[in-house]
């Protein structure tokens, strides 16, 4: 009878220690692996990361899929369809698989060069307005009231303005800025602009695009940094006399960065379409480095005659916003506790 009561209590006390084991190995699962195993699980999340990654890899090495020059011409084969084969002598044996622009150009080459600028300014613009956005943010959720008052002052002012228009002047005054009398510009300015120059306009796009993204990250990041800064685990380093930078460093900034990478996340398409716009009227990358905004900017004309020169860069360009937007939604939903389980 005391065997069996033995035994059973010693079957009692391994359950528990299990349990406690596996309860442990739950706990030490932190957010970013929780939100990882979410992320998976949706097939369509998977989709559009695997779609994005493939991206990345071509705007890396375009010269590996592009199987034409994005700037070689061919007049013979001008507004040529899909599927058609070149038909001049330089090019004897190619296949146009998207067809040719206005000029001979193969429509495949310019669409695969052409992710460069997307992805270029999907991670740039964003790393821009994150690094901006979030250290002004920072500063002023944790300073004293006066400074805070005067600093959101000045984002209330720009943020007053339409975003798509200052982008817009911005980049127009760059853009003038270079084409005035090399004798008469900075050094710093000279370096700007060749650096410009080498990047095919990107650089301008970078700048114009960055200098006025980040106002809404700052105003989030002061907003999280306020709450936070109320907490106990703040106030306990402050108590035992922390310096501030620690405080930002250690305590504020990993507790906001989740909402921060979330709102960035979502708003990467809306960078996306501002180059693409300003491709398309003009003030983006310049000729002939390719954009898929300033591809359908050149194929608008041809429309009736040419839809495929349309079709393509927009399939592109949509495919892209999508899967950027698939994706910022999941990580925000895996980052939401009361989306768990759902």
Do not use: C
């Not at 720009?158 to 002047?169: A, D, K, N, Q, R």
């Amino acid at each position: 009878m005391s065997s069996s009561t033995q035994e059973s209590a010693t079957r009692t006390r391994a359950t528990e220690l299990a349990n406690e084991l596996a309860s442990t190995q739950r706990r030490s699962r932190g957010l970013w692996s929780d939100m990882v195993r979410q992320l998976v699980r949706d097939p369509l999340v998977v989709i559009s990361a695997l779609f994005l990654l493939l991206l990345i890899v071509i705007a890396l090495f375009p010269g590996l899929f592009a199987p034409l020059p994005y700037d070689l011409t061919s007049f013979q084969d001008k507004l040529a369809s899909p599927g058609s084969m070149a038909t001049s002598d330089k090019l004897a044996g190619h296949r146009y698989l998207l067809g040719a622009d206005r000029l001979g150009r193969d429509m495949l080459s310019r669409l695969i060069y052409g992710t460069r600028v997307s992805m270029a300014v999907a991670f740039i613009g964003a790393g821009v307005s994150f690094l901006i956005g979030v250290t002004y943010g920072l500063i002023s959720g944790y300073a004293r009231s006066s400074i805070d008052n005067l600093m959101m002052r000045i984002v209330d002012v720009v943020y007053g303005y339409p975003t798509l228009i200052l982008i817009i002047l911005l980049q127009v005054f760059l853009t003038a800025s270079s084409q005035q009398d090399p004798s008469q510009i900075s050094g710093l300015q000279q370096i700007i602009i060749g650096l410009d120059n080498s990047t095919g306009g990107l650089f301008f796009v970078f700048v114009a695009i960055g200098a006025v993204s980040w106002l809404n990250m700052a105003r989030l990041t002061r907003g999280q940094v306020m709450h936070y800064r109320q907490q106990e685990f703040v106030q306990a380093a402050e108590a035992i006399g922390a310096p501030r930078k620690r405080i930002l460093r250690r305590h504020l900034l990993p507790n906001v960065l989740g909402p921060l990478i979330v709102a960035e996340t979502l708003a990467i398409p809306t960078y996306i379409y501002t180059e693409a716009f300003l491709s398309f009227i003009g003030l983006g990358v310049q000729p002939p480095m390719p954009s898929w905004g300033g591809m359908i900017s050149d194929a608008y004309g041809a429309l009736r005659s040419a839809p495929h020169l349309i079709f393509f860069p927009a399939l592109a360009l949509s495919l892209t916003m999508l899967a950027f937007n698939f994706l910022g939604d999941a990580i925000r939903d895996a980052m939401d506790p009361r989306m768990k389980g759902r």
